[in-house]
């Protein structure tokens, strides 16, 4: 005879660990992104995209090597981001919103990775080897992995962190999904950077404290599974 029970019990004990590996990772990848520019480039800083376009212009290509690194940790992290969303989404609790809850992990979660991804690709394009100065269209191009990786993900990343602490509520700490529901307005509220730089600040920290919330989240999940 099958004992059902320890299989579930495996099962979920596997999963739990699946999704705290991919939301550790996430953030591991993306501080070390920021990390390694300093290693690799002493001396050198990320430029605001918002600064004078020589500071720009002497970062990305001047410190080339830095800067491919960095791109793909955060392609990297964008990855892990994808499968925490996919894992977290199937996470399902048996109640009759569980489905749209499930889509506004998945939604939300994906839509932040593939943002994320795009913004890591396009830095990596602008210092690519033998890349040349484009000129007068050089802010252009800084602008795109800001865009991408500030107020496109954080809209996104918002929706995520949403469904995520609908999908916590009465598994996790009640001052956790709370958490969880001011955090996804913080991050909401950074979609106004494309309207005033004051908003700026609500990207830092949507972002960091979205990491430190997804582990402790993915740490204290035991849900109901349908698997």
Same mark, same amino acid.
């Given at each position: ?159 995520? #962190? ?31 950077? #494309? ?16 990491? #430190? ?15």
């Amino acid at each position: 005879m099958i004992n059902t029970d320890g299989v579930l019990a495996s099962t979920s004990g596997t999963t739990r660990r699946i999704t705290i590996a991919f939301a550790v990772l996430y953030a591991a990848f993306f501080v070390a992104s920021l990390v390694v520019v300093p290693i690799l480039a002493p001396g050198a800083r990320i430029p605001n995209p918002f600064s004078a376009d020589d500071t720009s212009r002497i970062f990305f290509l001047h410190n080339s090597r830095a800067i491919q690194i960095s791109s793909f940790l955060q392609l990297a992290s964008a990855c892990c981001l994808a499968g925490l969303s996919a894992v977290l989404a199937g996470l399902r609790r048996i109640r009759g919103v569980s489905n749209i809850v499930s889509s506004m992990i998945q939604t939300g979660g994906i839509g932040a990775a593939v943002l994320l991804a795009l913004a890591a690709l396009f830095s990596w394009a602008i210092a690519s080897p033998g890349a040349i100065d484009p000129g007068p269209s050089f802010h252009i191009f800084q602008f795109l992995p800001f865009l991408f990786g500030g107020p496109g993900w954080a809209g996104f990343f918002a929706l995520f #962190l949403a469904g995520v602490a609908m999908g916590a509520k009465g598994i996790v700490p009640g001052w956790l999904w709370g958490v969880g529901y001011f955090l996804s307005i913080v991050s909401a509220l950074a979609i106004f950077v #494309l309207i005033t730089i004051y908003a700026a600040p609500f990207l830092p920290i949507a972002r960091f404290l979205g990491f #430190l919330w997804l582990i402790l989240v993915a740490t204290l999940w035991r849900p109901q599974s349908q698997y």
